[in-house]
């Protein structure tokens, strides 16, 4: 594979490839640090059989996220869908032992700044991936409709029908379904979002600066990025009393809080199955 792979790299860089070496990159995909012959080096992630589109999706998840110039975001150096389908972008240097917060701080400011910069409505341009998982982007004229149609009401029949779930849960999301325009909160323009912002899709480089990794973006509220760091921990406080410094949150914001981890959790819910059912059950009823 790695041979194969190099070959590839050879053509698509038009430049020598001189050296691989595996990465972590996550449960999904293949990762790799690639050495060129004039002492650079980038980064390339790839799969045997990724869905359609896979990587050049996200090479336009981080063009869209990078337009913003909000917050590191790397460059996509080349992305290829034929076998072996892959996408490099530009090598991050991590920073090697825990930070001091500030980088927490600037992760708050530069998110807020991200999320300031927008979108054209609720939706993206083109559907998108969360992991491996479909998801649908079509826009919504509103964003209850959007968080509804596009984002909990597929999950839930897909958990129901692969009997996660029984069907009374049915009626339990219908209840929430009915309930979501007066629980989304105040009306704000879409923001620009990550979309899977968990402690493994952020790295800090040598100088404490954050960047964004393997996103999931669409225009919708920006309350779901935050909740979605609220999950599964690894934020600290200061990032979060950053982010309200620089860009308010509305009121009842605290109380939305597992509304806007739902659809995360249904997500794992359907990837994984297990607790996440239980948990995304137990989380609809506390909605209501």
């Known amino acids: 594979m790695a041979e194969h792979l190099r070959h590839a790299l050879d053509e698509e860089l038009g430049s020598p490839v001189t050296g691989l070496t595996r990465v972590g990159g996550g449960c999904i995909n293949e990762a790799y640090e690639v050495h060129l012959g004039d002492g650079s080096r980038l980064f390339c992630k790839t799969h045997p059989a990724p869905p359609p589109d896979f990587f050049a999706v996200e090479a336009d998840a981080l063009g869209w996220l990078a337009e913003a110039d909000a917050i590191g975001v790397p460059r996509v150096v080349a992305v290829r869908s034929d076998a072996p ?89 219908d209840r929430l379904a009915a309930a979501l325009p007066d629980l989304v ?33 669409y225009g919708g509220h920006r309350e779901i990025d935050l909740a979605m760091m609220r999950l599964f921990g690894g934020f600290g406080r ?8 620089a860009f308010p949150l509305s009121e009842g914001h605290q109380r939305r809080i597992p509304l806007y981890q739902l659809y995360p959790l249904l997500v794992h819910a359907v990837l994984f199955g297990g607790s996440y059912g239980h948990q995304a059950l137990a989380t609809m009823h506390r909605c209501l």
């Open 85 to 173: 389908a892959f996408l490099v972008v530009e090598w991050i240097e991590p920073a090697h032992g825990p930070g001091d917060g500030t980088s927490d701080e600037r992760l708050g400011r530069e998110l807020a700044a991200l999320h300031r910069a927008g979108a054209p409505g609720f939706g993206w341009t083109r559907d998108g991936y969360v992991g491996e998982l479909a998801q649908p982007n079509e826009p919504a004229d509103d964003w209850a409709t959007f968080y509804r149609e596009r984002r909990l009401a597929p999950l839930v029949r897909r958990v129901v029908d692969e009997h996660h779930w029984t069907t009374d849960a049915l009626g339990t999301f």
């Open 238 to 245: 200061r990032a979060f009393a950053a982010y309200g410094e």
């Open 185 to 217: 909160g105040e009306a704000e323009p879409p923001a620009r979002l990550h979309g899977d912002l968990w402690g493994g899709n952020i790295l800090v480089d040598r100088a404490g600066r954050p960047w964004l990794l393997d996103p999931a973006p």
